[in-house]
């Protein structure tokens, strides 16, 4: 039985306490795993912080709040309707008048201060795991500097990883860092670098030896060791695809695997905590979310590929990227201290040690490479109209401010004085982001008669789809979801699935249809979920719950809501909308191969490209009555609703013969365009393009998007794309990039599929152009019709990728069990989602 109070925290209970009563504000700075997490709450509670209010306590993650929650209550020997220690979350609430702990999410901290400006109702705030630096995290550090002013019996918490903690305290006036100290084993760190940074499946493999070889070791010990391995991979499908294949390349009998990633649900996640079994090591395959949120007992082991996903916010066109990139220094230590908890431990690192010397000492604060519209529509409700002086600790660039502000506008949320507009002022009763919330607040005003599907379809945009691809499943998966395309689109086959889904009576029925259908069966718990509470919060805001109205109220009210997502078709399979110019519909949707004049995007997100997800078809009568000029705005020339202008400076690099791309020089090449016109085009050599990559993820101002070529082998490759676009190749062009031969052949029939098989593994590799012989191109399937396919080599890397994606759908409706077929479409349909 463990005894809690011999954890490191404890050491240090009487100077926390001590300091907290001699100060209003403390930062306390700690490694993993000294119980300052589920421990404090407890000390304040016995120092009596919870007589007569409440202890506050936030968390940046889900998960955390829900484990952190869970280990008070059996701690405290509480049932869990007793409700003394509580949690609060987006779209879930187990606190009543009893709490006196309250675990919550930071979003629900923020829309508390909304009724409570004061915080009232608390003793104590404890912003935990404040090192992560989420945006919700910098903004409630504003908030709570500007209260403490007002309320000087508050007392404020900033609970840190040994993460630079001076900034928490400079920021507070030099707020009191208490340390706490715990005993880390020593950790022997191994730098194993894979042949190609950043490739997944070299990583996977790495990942493959490193367990084998500690599977030798645990045969050599009788099976009798504690050996347990965390390995830190960037997202859900690496997770999938290492757990594959540990399973099939490893002495799986010998192993304890299991998965961690935020779409679990909390069974799922719990399940990382389980023992050891006796003569097994345990693996845990997890995100960064392994990297503080949580601490797993007895890992002596640490795989690290130095990859995680973070999130890109382009304020120019208003459009998301979730990009794989390194993680910083800083980063990289938490992760290797993981290891050195309970015995000297191991980490692998999978990249060059070199490698990580140059990378940066902390990572970009989120607030610098997101979407401010949120924030600033929160700061507008709390009668905050200064944005650009509010106490950030890191104070976000001036331009971030106005694009947020100019989105907040446009929407019609907050007025030119930056007050709440009335669609604002109902807005921010929502738990959403300020687009979806705008989509509810549209019906409410003007669609009544289908409000109800307006819930359910904004249920389905707010959280993680339920689509899912499983290993190897990947073909019967996507035939399942493509039966519930509907000609009308996705926003309306989100209808029909809901419709099915709660249709069905028990919880047994509900479960089977997910897993018929490749359903999350949790995500679409989520989305009834989120339905029923968004429906509540309508009927308490005095509007009545209907449904039942017309299609084209429907798609109407949602175009309105999500204007800047509308979108009219510019080439064959090309469209723009009012701040993208080249968008595309990506694969997955129902309409990628119907290709209508208008339509509308549930979301625009820039990964391979940039692609238009959740897509409906609209009218030209639709677009109409969303607004009579949105029209002629779609179809001027200027795709942006900012103005183009192009200033001296822009005309004087053009005319440069080396231009600089964050901090290096490139030649440029003169260049005729179709126009007859002569412009100049940056040849960037393969070998620099992920150092390119890497330079713009972390920019905050960026070069021209001049055109560019890439040089491969002394010969061009997507001659003549925008430089923004050609850097976006980086780890999505061919493993090998040597050139194969590709000759003109006439179409094959189905009849000889054989020999269309066999060439399958050269669709995505560079070939020479035939009519440009300096060019290289990708190798793609085309389809001519009447069942008749042919391969090609086409100049564009994604236009290849789309037509193969749409030539192979055709293949499959016909071709049955080819596994080579198979195998080809995932990785295309991979490469096009890439994230």
Same mark, same amino acid.
């Given at each position: 039985?463990?005894?809690?109070?011999?954890?490191?925290?404890?050491?240090?209970?009487?100077?926390?306490?001590?300091?907290?009563?001699?100060?209003?504000?403390?930062?306390?700075?700690?490694?993993?795993?000294?119980?300052?997490?589920?421990?404090?709450?407890?000390?304040?509670?016995?120092?009596?912080?919870?007589?007569?209010?409440?202890?506050?306590?936030?968390?940046?993650?889900?998960?955390?709040?829900?484990?952190?929650?869970?280990?008070?209550?059996?701690?405290?020997?509480?049932?869990?309707?007793?409700?003394?220690?509580?949690?609060?979350?987006?779209?879930?609430?187990?606190?009543?008048?009893?709490?006196?702990?309250?675990?919550?999410?930071?979003?629900?901290?923020?829309?508390?201060?909304?009724?409570?400006?004061?915080?009232?109702?608390?003793?104590?705030?404890?912003?935990?795991?404040?090192?992560?630096?989420?945006?919700?995290?910098?903004?409630?550090?504003?908030?709570?500097?500007?209260?403490?002013?007002?309320?000087?019996?508050?007392?404020?918490?900033?609970?840190?990883?040994?993460?630079?903690?001076?900034?928490?305290?400079?920021?507070?006036?030099?707020?009191?860092?208490?340390?706490?100290?715990?005993?880390?084993?020593?950790?022997?760190?191994?730098?194993?670098?894979?042949?190609?940074?950043? #490739? *997944?499946?070299?990583?996977?493999?790495? /990942?493959?030896? !490193?367990? %084998?070889?500690?599977?030798?070791?645990? $045969? @050599?010990? =009788?099976?009798?060791?504690?050996?347990?391995?965390?390995?830190?991979?960037?997202?859900?499908?690496?997770?999938?695809?290492?757990?594959?294949?540990?399973?099939?390349?490893?002495?799986?009998?010998?192993?304890?695997?299991?998965?961690?990633?935020?779409?679990?649900?909390?069974?799922?996640?719990?399940?990382?905590?389980?023992?050891?079994?006796?003569?097994?090591?345990?693996?845990?395959?997890?995100? #960064? *979310?392994?990297?503080?949120?949580?601490? /797993?007992?007895? !890992?002596? %082991?640490?795989?690290?590929?130095?990859? $995680? @996903?973070? =999130?890109?916010?382009?304020?120019?066109?208003?459009?998301?990227?979730?990009?794989?990139?390194?993680?910083?220094?800083?980063?990289?230590?938490?992760?290797?201290?993981?290891?050195?908890?309970?015995?000297?431990?191991?980490?692998?690192?999978?990249?060059?040690?070199?490698?990580?010397?140059?990378?940066?000492?902390?990572?970009?604060?989120?607030?610098?490479?997101?979407?401010?519209?949120?924030?600033?529509?929160?700061?507008?409700?709390?009668?905050?109209?200064?944005?650009?002086?509010?106490?950030?600790?890191?104070?976000?660039?001036?331009?971030?401010?106005?694009?947020?502000?100019?989105?907040?506008?446009?929407?019609?949320?907050?007025?030119?004085?930056?007050?709440?507009?009335?669609?604002?002022?109902?807005?921010?009763?929502?738990?959403?982001?300020?687009?979806?919330?705008?989509?509810?607040?549209?019906?409410?005003?003007?669609?009544?008669?289908?409000?109800?599907?307006?819930?359910?379809?904004?249920?389905?945009?707010?959280?993680?789809?339920?689509?899912?691809?499983?290993?190897?499943?990947?073909?019967?998966?996507?035939?399942?979801?493509?039966?519930?395309?509907?000609?009308?689109?996705?926003?309306?086959?989100?209808?029909?699935?809901?419709?099915?889904?709660?249709?069905?009576?028990?919880?047994?029925?509900?479960?089977?249809?997910?897993?018929?259908?490749?359903?999350?069966?949790?995500?679409?718990?989520?989305?009834?979920?989120?339905?029923?509470?968004?429906?509540?919060?309508?009927?308490?805001?005095?509007?009545?719950?209907?449904?039942?109205?017309?299609?084209?109220?429907?798609?109407?009210?949602?175009?309105?809501?999500?204007?800047?997502?509308?979108?009219?078709?510019?080439?064959?399979?090309?469209?723009?909308?009012?701040?993208?110019?080249?968008?595309?519909?990506?694969?997955?949707?129902?309409?990628?191969?119907?290709?209508?004049?208008?339509?509308?995007?549930?979301?625009?997100?820039?990964?391979?490209?940039?692609?238009?997800?959740?897509?409906?078809?609209?009218?030209?009568?639709?677009?109409?009555?969303?607004?009579?000029?949105?029209?002629?705005?779609?179809?001027?020339?200027?795709?942006?609703?900012?103005?183009?202008?192009?200033?001296?400076?822009?005309?004087?690099?053009?005319?440069?013969?080396?231009?600089?791309?964050?901090?290096?020089?490139?030649?440029?090449?003169?260049?005729?365009?179709?126009?007859?016109?002569?412009?100049?085009?940056?040849?960037?050599?393969?070998?620099?393009?992920?150092?390119?990559?890497?330079?713009?993820?972390?920019?905050?101002?960026?070069?021209?998007?001049?055109?560019?070529?890439?040089?491969?082998?002394?010969?061009?490759?997507?001659?003549?794309?925008?430089?923004?676009?050609?850097?976006?190749?980086?780890?999505?062009?061919?493993?090998?990039?040597?050139?194969?031969?590709?000759?003109?052949?006439?179409?094959?029939?189905?009849?000889?599929?054989?020999?269309?098989?066999?060439?399958?593994?050269?669709?995505?590799?560079?070939?020479?152009?035939?009519?440009?012989?300096?060019?290289?191109?990708?190798?793609?399937?085309?389809?001519?019709?009447?069942?008749?396919?042919?391969?090609?080599?086409?100049?564009?890397?994604?236009?290849?990728?789309?037509?193969?994606?749409?030539?192979?759908?055709?293949?499959?409706?016909?071709?049955?069990?080819?596994?080579?077929?198979?195998?080809?479409?995932?990785?295309?349909?991979?490469?096009?989602?890439?994230?």
């Amino acid at each position: 039985m463990i005894n809690y109070k011999d954890l490191p925290v404890y050491r240090n209970k009487d100077e926390i306490l001590k300091s907290l009563a001699e100060n209003q504000a403390i930062v306390i700075e700690s490694p993993t795993g000294s119980g300052k997490t589920t421990q404090l709450p407890l000390i304040l509670l016995e120092a009596g912080y919870a007589i007569e209010k409440m202890i506050g306590i936030t968390q940046p993650r889900r998960i955390a709040a829900l484990s952190v929650t869970d280990f008070i209550e059996k701690q405290l020997g509480l049932e869990a309707t007793n409700n003394f220690c509580s949690c609060k979350m987006r779209f879930y609430d187990t606190t009543d008048s009893n709490t006196r702990i309250k675990i919550m999410t930071d979003g629900i901290l923020l829309q508390e201060l909304k009724h409570d400006p004061l915080l009232n109702n608390y003793s104590v705030i404890m912003v935990d795991e404040a090192h992560e630096r989420s945006l919700n995290i910098d903004f409630i550090l504003g908030l709570l500097k500007n209260l403490m002013a007002q309320r000087p019996d508050l007392k404020v918490i900033i609970s840190s990883a040994t993460i630079n903690t001076k900034k928490f305290s400079t920021f507070l006036g030099g707020a009191k860092i208490v340390s706490i100290k715990s005993k880390v084993f020593p950790i022997s760190v191994k730098y194993l670098p894979v042949a190609t940074p950043g #490739n *997944i499946d070299l990583i996977i493999d790495a /990942i493959v030896d !490193i367990v %084998n070889f500690k599977l030798r070791l645990l $045969a @050599k010990n =009788n099976f009798k060791a504690d050996d347990d391995i965390l390995v830190f991979l960037p997202g859900e499908f690496d997770i999938k695809t290492c757990v594959k294949e540990l399973a099939f390349r490893c002495d799986y009998k010998h192993l304890q695997i299991y998965p961690l990633y935020g779409r679990l649900n909390k069974e799922e996640q719990e399940q990382v905590f389980n023992p050891t079994e006796e003569g097994k090591i345990k693996i845990v395959v997890a995100t #960064n *979310i392994a990297e503080t949120s949580i601490t /797993i007992d007895g !890992i002596r %082991n640490v795989i690290d590929s130095g990859m $995680a @996903k973070i =999130n890109f916010y382009n304020q120019k066109n208003y459009s998301s990227s979730l990009i794989t990139d390194k993680i910083s220094r800083s980063s990289c230590e938490q992760r290797k201290g993981r290891a050195g908890r309970v015995a000297p431990g191991f980490c692998y690192r999978l990249y060059s040690e070199e490698d990580f010397k140059s990378r940066p000492n902390y990572a970009l604060e989120e607030i610098l490479r997101t979407d401010l519209s949120e924030v600033i529509l929160r700061m507008s409700d709390l009668g905050i109209y200064d944005y650009e002086h509010f106490p950030f600790i890191t104070r976000p660039d001036r331009a971030s401010i106005l694009s947020a502000e100019k989105t907040l506008v446009f929407i019609g949320a907050i007025d030119k004085d930056r007050r709440l507009t009335r669609i604002g002022e109902l807005m921010v009763s929502f738990p959403l982001a300020p687009r979806q919330s705008r989509v509810i607040v549209e019906a409410m005003m003007n669609y009544p008669d289908v409000m109800e599907e307006i819930l359910i379809a904004v249920s389905f945009m707010s959280v993680r789809t339920p689509f899912i691809l499983p290993v190897d499943q990947e073909d019967d998966a996507r035939n399942a979801h493509r039966k519930f395309n509907s000609p009308d689109g996705d926003f309306v086959s989100y209808l029909n699935i809901f419709n099915e889904f709660s249709g069905l009576g028990s919880l047994q029925a509900k479960t089977r249809y997910c897993e018929r259908n490749f359903l999350d069966f949790q995500t679409m718990l989520e989305i009834t979920h989120v339905d029923e509470q968004l429906g509540e919060i309508v009927s308490a805001l005095g509007f009545i719950l209907s449904k039942g109205g017309s299609k084209e109220d429907y798609l109407c009210c949602l175009a309105t809501g999500l204007k800047q997502n509308v979108c009219v078709k510019t080439n064959s399979n090309c469209y723009k909308s009012l701040s993208v110019d080249r968008v595309y519909i990506h694969p997955g949707s129902a309409y990628f191969r119907t290709m209508p004049q208008f339509i509308l995007a549930g979301e625009i997100v820039n990964t391979s490209r940039m692609y238009a997800r959740t897509v409906s078809p609209l009218t030209r009568e639709i677009l109409d009555r969303v607004s009579p000029s949105l029209y002629y705005s779609l179809i001027e020339k200027s795709g942006s609703f900012d103005d183009q202008r192009k200033d001296k400076s822009d005309i004087k690099r053009e005319m440069a013969r080396s231009i600089q791309i964050y901090g290096r020089n490139y030649d440029a090449i003169e260049s005729v365009t179709g126009k007859g016109r002569t412009e100049l085009m940056v040849q960037i050599p393969y070998d620099d393009l992920k150092t390119l990559a890497k330079a713009q993820n972390k920019a905050r101002r960026h070069p021209r998007n001049f055109k560019a070529v890439l040089m491969v082998h002394g010969k061009m490759v997507q001659k003549g794309d925008s430089l923004f676009n050609i850097i976006d190749l980086a780890g999505k062009l061919p493993e090998n990039m040597l050139p194969v031969d590709i000759r003109k052949e006439r179409p094959m029939h189905l009849d000889q599929f054989p020999a269309i098989e066999e060439k399958l593994d050269l669709i995505g590799r560079l070939a020479v152009l035939p009519k440009d012989k300096d060019c290289l191109g990708f190798v793609e399937l085309l389809t001519s019709g009447k069942d008749c396919f042919f391969f090609n080599v086409n100049s564009d890397f994604y236009d290849s990728l789309t037509n193969t994606s749409y030539s192979i759908m055709m293949l499959k409706e016909v071709i049955k069990g080819s596994k080579a077929l198979n195998k080809t479409y995932n990785m295309v349909m991979n490469k096009l989602n890439q994230f």
